[in-house]
């Protein structure tokens, strides 16, 4: 899954694919270098984020996503909001990729349920202004699971069917840098809960920081690539139906390898 930020304060791009026409130059080469996704978002998550207008979001995603789905492009969109992904839907978008798993807007889950389109449930606590503050554990990968089985029960009681459900641990989410190494040492235990898993590591605080300089300057989020290769690969290792990352062709081939590798040890 390759990412398409349609926002002017996203962490990892600072707003390079902003302008419409420039976002859906990118969506398309992110499908020549090996995209099955295409994800596109119009709100920031990074921490401390404040909310975009319902109007905004929409004028943002919409047309991108419009442009790429004419075109055959398997287009997902990245949203909290249950009207943003009801037009993404009818401009094209074939998933849904929910942040928050349906706990921003009631509403979404009903309106995935009617569209019948694969619905990503993300492990989530709070908006952004507040996500650290949640991020207190006593087993992460324990909770996280309990957790995302709750929302998959909450949405199939709005009528999300259990085959459109794709579950995402929710990396950086209301986690510390501790907190995401745990969750993925612990995602092959996450794969047992019976849901394809999304895993969204790429570009994040926490690998930067494991990169960090002799006098702990955090490594750029754009210097963080490799190590991301390097999370892919031990993901599809592990399990992961698919990786959202910002540079996809080494990713793909990442995923490649790893996939050779499994068949090999069958």
């Not at 989530?124 to 992460?140: E, I, L, T």
């Not at 009681?157 to 990396?171: H, K, R, S």
């Not at 969204?200 to 300057?217: C, E, H, I, Y």
């Amino acid at each position: 899954m390759g990412v398409v930020n349609v926002t002017p304060d996203s962490f990892s791009d600072g707003g390079r694919w902003f302008d419409e026409e420039v976002a859906i130059r990118h969506g398309f080469a992110l499908v020549t270098e090996g995209a099955d996704i295409v994800d596109v978002g119009g709100e920031s998550t990074r921490p401390g984020a404040a909310r975009v207008s319902l109007a905004e979001e929409l004028a943002r995603v919409v047309p991108v996503i419009r442009a790429l789905a004419a075109e055959g492009v398997v287009v997902s969109v990245d949203t909290m909001r249950a009207e943003v992904a009801e037009a993404a839907v009818e401009a094209g978008a074939a998933l849904v990729n929910d942040v928050s798993g349906g706990l921003a807007d009631p509403a979404m889950p009903r309106v995935v349920a009617a569209t019948g389109v694969p619905y990503v449930v993300m492990h989530w606590r709070g908006h952004s202004h507040d996500m650290y503050g949640q991020a207190v554990y006593h087993d992460v990968v324990t909770e996280v699971g309990e957790e995302l089985l709750k929302r998959v029960d909450s949405v199939m009681a709005e009528g999300v069917a259990a085959e459109q459900i794709v579950l995402d641990p929710g990396l950086g989410f209301a986690k510390n840098a501790e907190h995401n190494w745990a969750v993925l040492a612990g995602l092959h235990k996450l794969s047992e809960l019976g849901f394809p898993l999304l895993v969204g590591a790429s570009r994040k605080r926490f690998l930067g920081r494991l990169l960090a300089g002799p006098d702990g300057t955090p490594r750029p989020f754009s210097r963080s690539d490799d190590a991301t290769l390097a999370v892919t690969a031990l993901a599809a290792q592990a399990g992961a139906w698919c990786v959202r990352v910002h540079d996809v062709q080494p990713n793909a081939d990442a995923v490649r390898v790893a996939a050779a590798w499994k068949r090999a040890d069958r």
